[in-house]
Each structure stands twice: as C-alpha cells, then as structure tokens.
C-alpha cells in the first residue's frame, strides 16, 4: 500500500492504495468520483480520459502512483457550479450523446483538443482528435457538431475578453 | 493485474540502484505497452521503477548537425516540437502518427525504442536516418540497437537516455496504420543524407521487427522519385502473416508506403 496524493478538480486529496491501483479505480472508488468510465479497458476506447497536468490521459492506462503529486481534472471539475462548461453545454445543445457512456471521455478529450487547437478546429481535425475515443451510439456526427460549436463559442469569448 | 511495487527513481543512478536492488524489476516510461501487458497478466514485474520523473531524460536539442531527443520526451512534444518540424519534419510527422491524442500525451521515444514491437514506428526511423542511441552505458546505431521482434543490444539494467539523429536532406514516412489499433500494417521510413546516401527501412511488416531496403535505397540514391521504387517488392517470405493481412499483402503495402514517403519527401 502507498499514501497516493494530488489535487482533484483542484482539491486536495490523498488515499492509501495498493501501487497497482489504475488511476481510473483511484478516482472512481478511492474519490467516489464515478463520472469517469471504464469502457474497453483496453486503452481503445477514451471513456476513461481525464487530465494529468493540462494533457489528456487515458485513465485506464496509468496508475495512480503516477499521478502521485499532479494536477488531475475529472468531469465533474469542469461546470462552474450549476453554470455547463461551454463543451457540456454544447453536447447537450447538438445532442452529441445518446447512451451517454462514452460522453465523459468525450468532453474531456474535446476540452483538451480545443485546449490545443484554440478556434482553428476544422471538422477533419476534430475526427482525427477523437481517434481514440470510441462511441457505439450516435455516428460521431453531432459529437463533432457540438465540439466545433463549442470551440468557436470558446474562441469568439476569448477574442472578446481581449 | 498482479501485485507490484511501484517506485519513481528521481535520476538515472537512482533507477538503476532500485532496479538492480530488485529480484524481478521493470523499468516504466509511458507505460502505455507496459501498463496493458500488466492488466493482461502478460507481465507482472515485482518492482517497478518509473522513470518518468528524471528531468534529465526529457528534452529536444539540436547540436552540431544532429537533433538529440531525450528518452523520456513524448510522441507529443515531439509531433509539436518547433525545432523537430524544422530540422526533421517527416520525425515530427511519424511521432503525430502513433496511436491517439491521450496515448501521444504519455508514450514516449525511449519507451517505444525499448520495447521494440515490430510495429511501432520509431524503430522505421532511427533505421533511416542513421541514429545513435547512448544508453546508460554505452552507444549504439540504430541497426545494433535492433535486434529483433520485441528485442534489443539493451542489458536487463540498461537505461536508454537519448537518441540523436544527423539532420537528413529530406526525410518522410508514410504509414497504413490497422484501423482499430493503429499500429503500423506497414509504415515506410525515406531519408536522403547531406552526403547524398539513401537509406530506407520499414516497419510493421517484417518478422524480425525493422528492416532495411537494399534495392530501394539505390535505385533512389540513382534517381529520387516515387516512380524509382514502384517496381520493387520485398519477399513476402520475410513479412508477418496474420488475421490482419497476408504477408503478401503487407509486401504490397510495403511498396505503396514507400512510393508514398519519397513523394511526401519532395
């Protein structure tokens, strides 16, 4: 067993964990924070992604141990209260999720996309982004929809706080 | 996954005193071969010494001539890097072509090279462009380095540091990645030297992991085009066969890479 500590969602936190604890079961089971999924298990699937340090993660693919001291944003860190995350609300605007499963991975992953890119995501790179984020339910096309809308929201808020 | 301790070595003398001070130990880097083979019960190390917290072994530099990238930088940061898109594009281009954006985020050169799967595609490039790989001990091209499927010249407490690369004319590399797993199906490494020397190597076909080609190398070094190599196959007799494509398909693939990677050099 080993004191596993870092910040989630901007809180501190700490657990003693046995060293070959997955980050995903330290967050879901140590923190009670269920909102990031186990899909594949298999690192194919992305229902698992979380940040580690500002950079998208697979969750399932990493022990917690590594994440020993580092920054770690889940799903549940992103709203502001009871105000959406501007990517949560723009995949419930375009209906970018039936079953849901996949959606935590999904927003996480197109937070750190438009992160990276800013307002310069066209639709072809927002498809090669999600390569390793994999849903069975909506044909990929109003997730892409939603992650555009909102990297162009989040850009035109920015140009205007400048 | 079985039972392991788990250790963050702070440099490289601190990684190898914890991995010789073990009975059974594993180095980690990204951890993203080595932590799906933990949960599938494929390895099951009882240490673990994680050397993703040596400062040392990450950063990019050019030095007279050569690009040297530390063993512990990501396929991210060296898909992103200013300084690999100028000097080496098609490297830059190869590293944004491994797996996915949260696998690019962890894996790392040092890692991949380590492991060596015969269809990763860093091995294609150290091949083509001549790198030298300096371990905790020693130096070693590319080709010594290289020893086979999932084999390298690395001692079990051998650490790789860094690779550099002599700055190439040009370089590219095209890849058919397998559709669900993205590795390479096959994936082709061109690289024309400042001295005029052609070298070529593929990946992802072969039995024995990377391999160069001979023919190719010189009907380019005589004329640089696509058009050069179109006409030459290597012998399927050598290449991977399985539920993912005959070895005859992958020869086919092998030429079609190589003809797409010498009209992506220019």
Redesign the interface.
Known sequence: MTKVAMTLNGKKVTADVEDRTLLVHYIREAQGLTGTHVGCDTSQCGACVVHVNGRAVKSCTMLAAQASNAEVLTVEGLANGAELHPVQAAFREHHGLQCGFCTPGMIMTAVDMIQRHGGNLDEKTIRHELEGNICRCTGYHNIVKAIKAAADQMSALQTAAE | ??????H?ASSVEEAGKLFTGSEDAKY?GG??TL??T??QRLAAPVD?V?L?GIDDLKGIAEDSGALRIGAGTTH?DVATSDVVKRLIPGLAHLAACI?????R??GTMGGSIANNDPAADYPSALVALGATVTTSTRELSAEEFFTGMFETALEEDEIVIAVSFPVPEKSAYSKYPNP???YAMAGVFVAKTKDGSVRVAATGAGQDGVFRIAAMEQALAETWSADAVAGISVDAGDLLSDIHGTAEYRANLVTVMAKRAVAAAG
């Open positions: 996954m079985y039972e392991t301790n788990y963050r980690l951890g993203q932590i799906p933990m949960k673990l994680d993703g991210y797996g996915d954006p949260a696998v985020h962890m669900a797993s993205r």
